[in-house]
């Protein structure tokens, strides 16, 4: 079994900046991307930016050039820098992974709880 922890979710003014982290932890034998996802009220959860086992990344237009995402691959911790907020960047965020885990050695996608972000105007 593998487990995502989200943490730095918060209150945050227009323009202002958060960092997200999410940590994979359980019977891990290796993680091939990670990522993070948003949802909003009454929206459908979309795709924020991901990051691949090779390091290539992929972002929203939404967010491009403003949000950066990283990885500690010996932490199994993927980061989420979040600058120049909007009050439309606020969302429940979740952090997912493509895990392949040492019971199965099959690739499956692991999903976090989620972080609250609000970002007011």
């Known amino acids: 079994q593998v487990q995502l922890v989200e943490s730095g979710g918060g209150l945050v003014q227009a323009g202002g900046s958060l960092r997200l982290s999410c940590a994979a932890s359980?019977?891990?034998?290796?993680?091939?991307?990670m990522g993070w996802y948003r949802q909003a009220p009454g929206k459908q959860r979309e795709l924020v930016a991901q990051?691949?086992?090779?390091?290539?990344?992929n972002y929203a237009d939404s967010v491009k050039g403003r949000f950066t995402i990283s990885r500690d691959n010996a932490k199994n911790t993927v980061y989420l820098q979040m600058n120049s907020l909007k009050p439309e960047d606020t969302a429940v965020y979740y952090c997912?992974?493509?895990?392949?885990?040492?019971?199965?050695?099959?690739?499956?996608?692991?999903w976090g709880q989620g972080t609250q972000v609000t970002v007011s105007s």
């Open positions: 359980g019977s891990i034998f290796s993680i091939n991307a």
């Open positions: 997912n992974a493509l895990v392949v885990a040492t019971t199965s050695l099959v690739r499956r996608d692991y």
């Open positions: 990051i691949t086992s090779g390091g290539s990344t």
